[in-house]
């Protein structure tokens, strides 16, 4: 009991969101146990609790990758070096981000090794074996890895040296299947992260100066963090025949030509673990969607120093029926007070808490209380686990038409510069503006206000009048943000 003030403080501890994000979002990664820093410089540690999450998303993922006809494998973490500089703007492009293996076993190594920033060098090189002829398309191979980018400036989850993440790699006949297959992928990028994250997104295509170092067209999802400041969530490439052509996969085609194969690949990262954390996130900690949420119901028991026997039976029932229709339930049964079980679980985000208390039990009832709103009722526990069930599909809900409220409050078109550069010196959000297509224009702007163009979405007209920073007619549409 003597330790309980030092925990009392601990969950208080957090900075408010309101009043500095970036320390409010590195408290909520450190205190809800999501992640620690690690004696790797740049490296963290994703603790129990943030794993939980991320397998929740890749779950999701991972079942509607392999329901589009996908199917996983596993390739090296080593790429000879040779390999990689095999696509010209693919070295250059993540040159400055690579890591080298030079010795093993006690020897320099004849040819040096990278660790793999990303895999399309080394997949080209097996498709380049396994492909001959059109019958041997599509290939769909994804991959789940971890992958080294040497960066500077790190934070948790959102920009960490080693990351985790899923790689798609396809090959195809013609340049039309290759497209279809990037943008079906961005729809499913964009289904996970709406349906499943409660996190709205901006589907678009990248500039030529943000796309893939080797791609043709990169697309991208984008998403609105709780601070105004944009997310790139998620990416998906159509290579083209680049790397066809540069790793020589080839094929007989139905009319007996030899051709190079159309590829894609696609890939998100833990990243989305941040966004997850920035889009819902309020000044008490984390507030996680039910549907990634490690316990999306936490049973806190109340009772006088006898709380065991009076208290505990009833609770251990309520767990064993949610558990029973699929709910992911814990039950606090530490000795600390309620109220500061209460603080801890609101910190960590768990959707629903059920306070079961003698007097409850007495009138066959719970005392539920909602994360989101904070709203608390009464309910039977007759058909408990029904309700609870209707609630979280409430809560799910919520989040998203709140995060999209949020985004849509902060997006804002303009036609000058002069207003494009006052609203990215006050409240940030997505600015849509229309842009003449030049990448002068496109790092002049960034330059001036650091704000990037995050994508060009699919579906937005055909933009009237004037880039607003050079005055030409303008060629696209563009949302600009300042990003992470
Ligand atoms: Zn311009």
Not at 183 to 193: N, Q, S, T
Not at 272 to 284: A, F, R
Not at 303 to 309: H, Q, V
């Amino acid at each position: 009991m003597s330790k309980q003030p030092v925990k009392e403080s601990f969950v208080k501890e957090i900075t408010p969101r309101s009043q500095d994000f970036s320390a409010w979002y590195v408290d909520v990664v450190l205190k809800a146990e999501l992640a620690d820093y690690s004696p790797v410089k740049g490296c963290m540690v994703i603790r129990p609790y943030g794993y939980a999450v991320w397998e929740l998303i890749q779950q999701a993922l991972d079942s509607r990758i392999k329901a589009t006809g996908h199917v996983n494998a596993y390739f090296p973490l080593f790429i000879p070096n040779s390999l990689l500089t095999k696509e010209a703007e693919h070295v250059e492009g993540f040159a400055p981000q690579v890591a080298y293996v030079t010795h093993g076993g006690g020897e320099e190594l004849e040819e040096k090794l990278v660790v793999r920033p990303t895999s399309e060098a080394i997949i080209g090189t097996m498709y380049a074996k396994w492909v001959q002829s059109w019958r041997d398309l599509p290939i769909l191979i994804n991959q789940w890895a971890n992958v080294v980018r040497w960066e500077k400036k790190t934070y948790p989850f959102l920009r960490t040296t080693e990351f985790l993440w899923q790689e798609g790699h396809t090959a195809h006949e013609t340049e039309k299947e290759a497209e279809d297959e990037t943008l079906k992928i961005l729809d499913l990028y964009a289904e996970v992260c709406e349906v499943v994250l409660g996190m709205p997104v901006v589907k678009g295509r990248k500039t030529e100066s943000e796309k893939f170092a080797g791609a043709l067209r990169t697309y991208s999802i984008e998403a609105l963090m709780g601070d105004g400041r944009a997310l790139q969530a998620g990416t998906s490439h159509n290579l083209g025949q680049n790397f066809a052509k540069a790793f020589d996969i080839t094929f007989q085609s139905r009319d007996k030509t030899v051709e190079h194969v159309w590829g894609t690949s696609w890939g998100v990262t833990t990243r989305l673990v941040g966004g997850v954390i920035m889009v819902h996130g309020d000044d008490s900690g984390l507030v996680l969607p039910p549907a990634v949420a490690p316990y999306q119901v936490v049973v806190v028991p109340i009772g006088r120093d006898n709380w065991r026997e009076t208290v505990l039976p009833t609770a251990l029932e309520i767990q064993a029926q949610l558990r029973a229709a699929g709910v992911r339930v814990t039950l606090d049964e530490r000795e600390e007070r309620p109220g500061w079980k209460f603080a801890e679980w609101e910190m960590r985000g768990v959707p629903l808490r059920l306070e079961l208390g003698p007097k409850d039990i007495e009138k066959s009832a719970v005392m539920i209380a909602r994360r989101d709103t904070r709203e608390k009722q009464s309910l039977p526990m007759a058909g408990l686990a029904e309700k609870v069930r209707s609630l979280l599909d409430e809560i799910q809900k919520n989040l998203f038409d709140r995060a999209i409220a949020f985004r849509d409050e902060h997006t804002q078109r303009v036609a000058t510069y002069a207003e494009f550069k006052a609203i990215m010196e006050g409240r940030p959000g997505f600015v849509i503006a229309p842009w003449c297509g030049t990448a002068e224009c496109e790092a002049q702007i960034k330059a001036e206000t650091q704000a990037t163009i995050r994508n060009m979405p699919l579906d937005s007209a055909k933009p009237g009048g004037t880039c607003i920073r050079c005055d030409k007619p303008a060629t696209a549409e563009a949302w600009f943000a300042k990003a992470y």
